[in-house]
């Protein structure tokens, strides 16, 4: 042994630990350089041995100390195994073989030489060949041939089967590499080769069958056949949407696998259909019979997965009820919709939405809602068409008020009392008669009376709101007697009236104690107003402009104010010369002008002055002069002249230009308590 090697204090040992087919233990030398095995030398012993297994053992000293054995079949390194793993002492080694007589039985010409017993047959072996007895078909990569290729081994005038020794056979790819047993040794001269696969994909290739050894090697070529990849080739899940007829582009939809994205040039794609797709209408749906086939590719093989699913969509469409403007009490009109997104969608075929309106019903109902803004009053349903899904949106309903017709005054008393207070209603009222419901408009409310409230030139204004619906009442007061009427008027002029309401007229006694009754005109008496006096002597009384009742009485001594409606605003007011006043009148500007007869003492036989608040414009002693004795009466002409009736001496006194004018009422006059107004 030689080339120890750097590191290394001894040559690691060779010894064959393991031989088949020799009864002598073979001797062997290694040659081992940098801790490897570069060539083994046989010894002269050892014929016939068909295996041996070499140990190569762990040098001393090395820094690398890893054992391993190398195995030689028939000549030829088979394996090389280390230890733990890794390399034998760090480096792959290249074994060669070299000297000796060799230790497989081989003939002359190199061929393995059959044994039987101890003859050798050899020299028998005229004419050497081999035959494939089993031919190789077709098969796909990674996949055991089958059936199992066999090859047998010929020889003219020797019978192979009484071999002793096994005759080997290699085979190997050309194209390609062969994974398996591919040397194999049999004492009938036929190799079975039942292992064999290949991982490479060869469109056509051979096995070719060797024996023998240098110029005396021997060989067949089997038939070709092809190690074809196999791909699966699966329909996919498509979908599209509806159309009515076929849709387009089916025929491409699947995956190949393992080679996604395999090109198909130079071959033909499959084809991918659906029983379904052959039909001339499609209805919306899922469909499970979508399969593909006919694809052809040099080197491929391929199945096909199952079916795929094809799902057709149907087409959404957003139905939307259209908005309406309707008028209350009127006629619902035609409730109409729009699609989208196809405006022009037919229902041909189908059927077509309806649409009606929560509060009112359907078309041509009676819109019986309240005014107002209704927002998703308006619904649509019941579409139905093939192909399409639908789905709807609700639409507004904007109702307004009906249209005015006729204003209608009502509930008024049809008997009334002057200057009593009562409810008029007015009611706004579309063309069938019904009270508006959320009318907002405005009305002016009169009366005939041109002292009342409203008057005949004083109206009163009113705008309702919509919670009203139409119906608002008003409170009226009518202070003139006789036949009085009420009109209301409305937007456009439109107006309604009611009539024939008779007012009472109220008459002002002054008592003997110089108190004052109410009576009707139809002679109730009403309670008494104002304080008495001290004497029983009667007086007068007279009415001012707002109505109020201004009276005297001669034992008093005092001037008393009374509302036209009763209320005491003043018992007494005193002063200006008040001495027993017998008469009382109220001129233009609302003066009070008083009479006094008392005849002694201050402010007799005078005249007094008071102003509309009862304040004395007179001195405390009154007018005087004028011939003014026991005055009885007094009165003011248009010409606002004060006149006084003189009992003491028979006369009447003129006083010119004291008094504003008095419109005094004509014959025809309706009432005579407002003085200062013409009737």
């Known amino acids: 042994m030689t080339n120890v090697g750097s590191g290394y204090t001894t040559v690691p040992t060779a010894t064959a630990t393991t031989h088949t087919g020799c009864t002598t233990t073979p001797t062997y030398t290694a040659v081992v350089t940098n801790g490897s095995v570069t060539s083994l030398t046989l010894g002269t012993t050892g014929v016939a041995c068909t295996a041996i297994t070499i140990t190569i053992g762990a040098p001393a000293g090395g820094t690398t100390a890893t054992a391993g054995t190398v195995t030689l079949t028939n000549g030829a390194v088979s394996s090389i195994a280390v230890s733990g793993g890794g390399t034998l002492y760090g480096y792959s080694p290249t074994v060669s073989i070299s000297g000796g007589t060799g230790y497989l039985a081989t003939d ?73 047993s591919s040397v194999l040794g049999d004492t ?93 209408s499609w209805a919306p749906g899922t469909y499970t019979d979508f399969q593909c086939s006919g694809a052809v590719l040099s080197g491929y093989s391929f199945s096909y997965g199952s079916a795929g699913t094809l799902t057709i969509t149907a087409v959404s469409e957003t139905i939307t009820a259209n908005p309406q403007t309707v008028t209350y009490d009127g006629t619902l009109p035609a409730l109409t919709y729009t699609v989208s997104p196809t405006s022009a969608l037919s229902f041909s075929g189908g059927t077509a939405p309806t649409c009606t309106s929560t509060l009112n019903g359907a078309a041509g109902s009676t819109v019986s809602s309240t005014p107002g803004t209704h927002t998703g009053d308006i619904t649509c349903s019941g579409a139905v068409l093939t192909g399409y899904s639908f789905s709807y949106a609700a639409g507004t309903l904007t109702e307004n008020v009906a249209t005015l017709a006729t204003v209608a005054v009502t509930g008024f008393p049809t008997a009334d009392t002057n200057q009593s207070t009562n409810n008029a209603t007015v009611t706004m009222k579309d063309s069938s008669g019904n009270a508006i419901l959320g009318y907002t408009g405005t009305v002016t409310l009169l009366s005939s009376d041109p002292l009342g409230v409203p008057s005949s030139t004083s109206w009163l204004s009113y705008m ?83 109505g109020n009742i201004w009276s005297v009485t001669a034992g008093s001594s005092t001037l008393s104010e009374v509302s036209e409606t009763g209320s005491t605003i003043s018992s007494g007011y005193t002063g200006g010369g008040l001495n027993n006043p017998a008469g009382v009148t109220v001129d233009g500007s609302g003066m009070v002008w008083v009479v006094n007869s008392g005849t002694s003492g201050t402010g007799a036989n005078s005249l007094s002055l008071f102003n509309s608040s009862g304040t004395a414009i007179t001195p405390a002693t009154g007018y005087t002069g004028g011939s003014i004795s026991a005055p009885t009466g007094i009165a003011i002409d248009n010409a606002g002249v004060v006149w006084v009736a003189n009992s003491g001496n028979n006369s009447v006194t003129a006083v010119l230009g004291g008094a504003a004018p008095v419109t005094i009422p004509t014959v025809n006059a309706v009432s005579s308590n407002a003085l200062g107004v013409k009737p």
């Open 188 to 280: 009938s001269g036929t190799a079975t080769y039942s292992t064999l696969s290949s991982s490479t994909q060869e469109a056509s290739t051979v096995l070719v069958a060797t024996a023998g050894t240098g110029a005396n090697t021997v060989s067949k070529t089997s038939n070709s056949f092809s190690i074809l990849t196999t791909e699966t080739i699966t329909a996919t899940s498509p979908t599209v949407a509806w159309t009515g007829s076929t849709p387009s582009g089916l025929n491409a939809d699947y995956v190949v696998s393992p080679t996604t994205g395999l090109s198909f040039t130079g071959g033909t794609a499959p084809t991918c259909t659906s029983a379904t797709g052959s039909a001339a």
């Open 464 to 546: 309702f709101s919509g919670s009203e619906n139409g119906v608002h009442n008003f409170p009226v007061t009518l202070n003139t007697a006789g036949a009085q009427s009420l009109t209301a008027t409305g937007p456009g002029a439109i107006s309604g009236s009611e009539t024939g309401i008779a007012v009472s007229d109220l008459i002002w006694v002054v008592n003997s104690n110089g108190t004052l009754s109410l009576l009707s005109s139809a002679g109730g008496t009403g309670s008494g107003y104002g304080s008495s006096g001290s004497s029983g002597t009667a007086g007068t009384a007279a009415f001012d402009s707002s």
């Open 108 to 180: 002359a010409r190199g061929f393995l030489r059959p044994t039987s017993g101890t003859s050798d047959l050899g020299a028998v072996q005229t004419n050497p060949s081999l035959s494939f007895t089993t031919q190789p078909v077709s098969t796909t990569t990674g996949t055991t041939f089958s059936p199992s290729p066999a090859v047998q081994y010929l020889d003219t005038g020797y019978t192979i089967s009484s071999a002793s020794s096994p005759i080997y056979i290699t085979l190997s790819l050309d194209p390609g590499i062969l994974s398996g």
